[in-house]
C-alpha cells in the first residue's frame, strides 16, 4: 500500500513494477543483474478520486503516456530495493503535487514610486552612455 496523505492511498495491486537491466557504468555486474525498476501507474483504473484522477491526466509531464499511464524508470542505485523505492517514491511525490492547488494570481500595478525610479534609473543610464561618444571640438 502507497500511502499519499491521511485518507490517499493506493493498493500495490495498481502499481506494476517491473524489473530491467539498468544502462550506463557499472562493469560486468551491470550485464547480469536487473536492478533497474520500470513502474507503470495507470491513471484512468485507479482507485484514485476523480479530484486526483483530471489533475493528473492533465499534466504536461514526459512520464505520462497518451494513455494515460505514468511510467517512471529507476536506475540510480545498484540494488533493486533502493531503485524500488525510489521508484514508489517520485511517484508519490508526482501525485502529492498535484493535490497542491496554485492560489490564483491577480494582476497588480507598479507603484509610483517604482515607476518614478525606474526612469530616473533609464535617464542616468542614458547620460552616462551619451558621455561616452567621441568628443566634438
Known amino acids: 500500500m502507497l500511502f499519499i496523505s491521511h485518507n490517499v492511498s493506493i493498493p500495490d495491486d495498481e502499481i506494476d513494477i517491473s524489473y530491467i537491466r539498468a544502462q550506463g557504468a557499472g562493469g560486468q555486474n551491470v550485464n547480469k543483474v536487473s536492478s533497474a525498476v520500470h513502474l507503470r501507474f495507470d ?34 542505485f545498484r540494488t533493486q530495493e533502493k531503485n524500488r523505492e525510489d521508484a514508489l517514491l517520485r511517484l508519490q511525490e508526482l501525485i502529492k503535487s498535484v493535490a497542491q492547488v496554485q492560489k490564483a494570481r491577480r494582476a497588480t500595478k507598479p507603484t509610483k514610486s517604482s515607476q518614478r525610479k525606474r526612469m530616473d534609473s533609464k535617464t542616468q543610464r542614458g547620460k552616462t552612455k551619451s558621455l561616452r561618444g567621441k568628443v566634438q571640438f
Open 43 to 76: 491513471v484512468q483504473a485507479s482507485s484514485l478520486s476523480e479530484f486526483y484522477k483530471e489533475r493528473l491526466l492533465a499534466l504536461k509531464d514526459s512520464r505520462l503516456t497518451k494513455d494515460g499511464v505514468i511510467v517512471i524508470k529507476a536506475q540510480q
